[in-house]
């Protein structure tokens, strides 16, 4: 079946860049998304990116998606304190459904 | 805009009680869906609707019923609380043209 693995936590210091990572299974997938979560809060959409894209730079975010390998990055660029969250990649399935990656945890350290 | 709401934000059960958790949205839009985040396992699909009285099943449906009569709202009923379904519970609506979800702030539910 459908599947999304990501890892689960990243460390990086404040004004570092972050990549978070994420494979995934669906090569029929039309969009693959990053969602941000913060305590308490629900999902925030961040991003997402067409399948026939490579790449989508959005102010400090870059996606790069390569298909053959099935593998998205979400890059941060100056990763700031407010930017640690949960980030989740997620991949849009057949009719509107979406499969969701664990969530990797952003620690950002000053 | 309210976007999507989500009622309430806290509950605790006994094992057996039932309850609904009421979703509304004033994105207009079609397609909505009901998905648990339990840790470490990301967001699962309970169920699904892409429209007023059409509904389906996703990843993990049991022990959860779901209607849909209009448009705007989209309840999700827990007929039997079990401790297993204690989790927090995200309503979203979907964007048809690009897939996106949009997220309610969800309900946190504790079965005792």
């Known amino acids: 079946g459908e599947d999304v693995e990501q890892s689960l936590f990243l460390s990086v210091r404040e004004g570092d860049s972050s990549v978070i990572n994420c494979t995934y299974t669906?090569?029929?997938?039309?969009?693959l998304y990053w969602y941000k979560q913060e305590p308490g809060a629900g999902l925030q959409l961040l991003t997402y990116?067409?399948?026939?894209?490579d790449m989508k730079q959005d102010q400090r975010l870059t996606v790069l998606l390569n298909k053959k390998d099935k593998h998205l990055s979400l890059r941060i660029a100056d990763t700031q304190t407010g930017d640690s969250a949960i980030y989740f990649c997620?991949?849009?399935?057949?009719?509107?459904?979406?499969?969701f990656g664990q969530g990797t945890e952003l620690s950002v350290k000053p | 805009n309210a976007g999507v709401t989500q009622t309430p934000k806290f509950q605790v059960l006994k094992t057996g009680q039932s309850m609904t958790l009421q979703c509304a949205q004033d994105?207009?839009?079609?397609?909505m869906s009901w998905y648990r985040q339990d840790p470490g396992m990301g967001l699962r699909l309970i169920h699904y609707?892409?429209?007023?009285?059409?509904?389906d099943q996703g990843e993990v449906p049991n022990g959860y019923n779901v209607s849909r009569s209009t448009t705007e709202d989209f309840p999700l009923r827990l007929l039997s609380a079990a401790p297993s379904q204690t989790s927090v519970y995200f309503c979203?609506?979907?964007?048809?043209?690009?897939?996106?979800?949009?997220f309610g702030p969800g309900t946190r539910l504790t079965v005792l």
């Open positions: 997620a991949e849009s399935i057949r009719g509107g459904k979406l499969i």
């Open positions: 669906d090569s029929s997938s039309t969009y």
């Open positions: 990116i067409f399948s026939n894209m």
């Open positions: 994105m207009n839009h079609e397609y």
């Open positions: 609707s892409v429209g007023a009285g059409i509904t």
């Open positions: 979203a609506t979907v964007r048809e043209d690009t897939d996106t979800q949009y």
